[in-house]
């Protein structure tokens, strides 16, 4: 009988953790069609963005005019901002992160970069980059769980003013790019210098027929930031929508799991609870005998 209490028990605690990850993925769920919403609004915002700056600035040498787009020669300094999730649970969405901002920070040493600066945002990458001892600033780290746009504005203004007063000589972002609900893997973009390669195609095949009120340059001077930060936001939202997905697809494969042990232990408990009948029956056929 002690068997069979046990297995009770077991049976219990894996439909209590059953119910756990099932309330995990639903709400999973809801905040990846909010997020993912909010991501592909954005993402058509930044395209047609881009498609205006494009056609004001339909000279390349506009373009690569500006500062914010013009690269440093000393690589004396550069930044990466890092994304990852608050929390765990979500596979192997802050592993596969992490290991990624690693390879990212060795690559930027080898091309000479004597001095790599981490602004991480989450939690988890938080945590990695103190343990790993970066450099780091922990200021924006609680946007992850917070994110909006007008708490990323003051990461990306403050980017563009070291990046323009050369305390910095590069700013890339490193996050988890999402492609699909089964699909998401670490990426690394440049942010600054900015570079935008269908922008630049667009801008030369967009016809100069413009007349400008201020000119090119003073237009490019008021539409790049805004397009960093937007770009930036972008990233955010990329990255909590593929934390999402990584966690309502971790907890479905939990839930699955939890479901495939209660049904073995339910079939051992009755298999044992009919052994343990057909014992105490012979028992009693053979007392009255």
């Not at 930044?79 to 929390?87: E, H, M, P, V, W």
């Not at 670490?186 to 210098?193: A, F, G, S, W, Y």
Request: aromatic letters at 6%; a negative charge.
């Amino acid at each position: 009988m002690a068997a069979l209490k046990e297995l009770k028990a077991r049976i219990a605690s894996v439909q209590s953790t059953l119910k756990i990850t099932s309330a995990m993925k639903m709400v999973s769920s809801a905040k990846l069609h909010r997020v993912q919403a909010s991501m592909e609004a954005l993402a058509e915002f930044e395209r047609r963005y881009s498609e205006i700056v494009a056609a004001l600035c339909s000279d390349p040498d506009v373009i690569t005019a500006s500062p914010l787009a013009t690269g440093h020669q000393e690589k004396n300094h550069a930044t990466i901002i890092a994304f990852s999730s608050d929390s765990s649970l979500c596979g192997s969405f802050n592993a596969n992160v992490i290991r990624h901002l690693a390879q990212t920070v060795g690559t930027l040493q080898a091309e000479g970069f004597r001095e790599v600066t981490v602004y991480p945002i989450g939690e988890k990458i938080a945590q990695s980059t103190a343990k790993a001892a970066y450099g780091s600033c922990m200021d924006y780290r609680h946007l992850a769980g917070k994110h909006s746009y007008n708490g990323i504005v003051p990461l990306a203004d403050l980017l563009m003013e070291d990046y323009l007063a050369g305390k910095t000589d590069m700013v890339c972002t490193v996050y988890n790019h999402f492609f699909s609900m089964g699909h998401q893997s670490p990426e690394t973009e440049q942010l600054l210098p900015f570079n935008d390669e269908s922008l630049a195609n667009a801008g030369r095949e967009s016809a100069n027929d413009y007349i400008l009120e201020p000119g090119a340059d003073g237009l490019l001077e008021t539409l790049l930031p805004y397009s960093i930060r937007t770009r930036l936001y972008r990233t955010l939202l990329d990255s909590i929508t593929a934390e999402n997905a990584a966690r309502m697809i971790a907890m479905q494969t939990a839930t699955d799991n939890a479901q495939e042990l209660i049904d073995e232990l339910s079939l051992e408990y009755n298999k044992r609870r009919q052994q343990a009948i057909t014992n105490e029956l012979a028992d009693i056929t053979q007392g009255n005998s």
